[in-house]
């Protein structure tokens, strides 16, 4: 079984950064991503990396999040800078093996004076 956990959400005000973390139990992941849901809203992707450290973002994030992996880790992360009010949502991370996708629990971000 294939464990994905992530942390690093919290609390922030508008302008501010915040980088989530997500930690998986094997290596071998061909694609790892984030995606995130709004109360009220479907789910939608945000970001996401290859292997190969190709990356590929939402329009919404583009030039303010930032995805990177450290493969040694078995780690992702999402850096999140110029956070935005509606950028409030659960940040859920993902990845792909073997044709196989893994989802975490999720990591609840707020943004809010």
């Known amino acids: 079984q294939v464990q994905l956990v992530e942390s690093g959400g919290g609390l922030m005000q508008p302008g501010g950064s915040l980088r989530l973390s997500c930690a998986a139990s094997?290596?071998?992941?061909?694609?790892m991503g984030w995606y995130r849901q709004a109360p009220g809203k479907e789910r939608e992707f945000v970001a996401s990396i290859t292997s190969g450290s190709s990356t590929n973002y939402a329009d919404s994030v583009k030039g303010r999040f930032t995805i990177f992996r450290d493969n040694a880790k078995n780690t992702v992360y999402l850096q999140m800078n110029s956070l935005k009010p509606e950028d409030t949502a659960v940040y859920y991370c993902?990845?792909?093996?073997?044709?196989?996708?893994?989802g975490g629990q999720g990591t609840q971000v707020t943004v809010s004076s």
């Open positions: 993902t990845a792909l093996v073997a044709g196989t996708y893994y």
């Open positions: 094997r290596s071998g992941f061909s694609i």
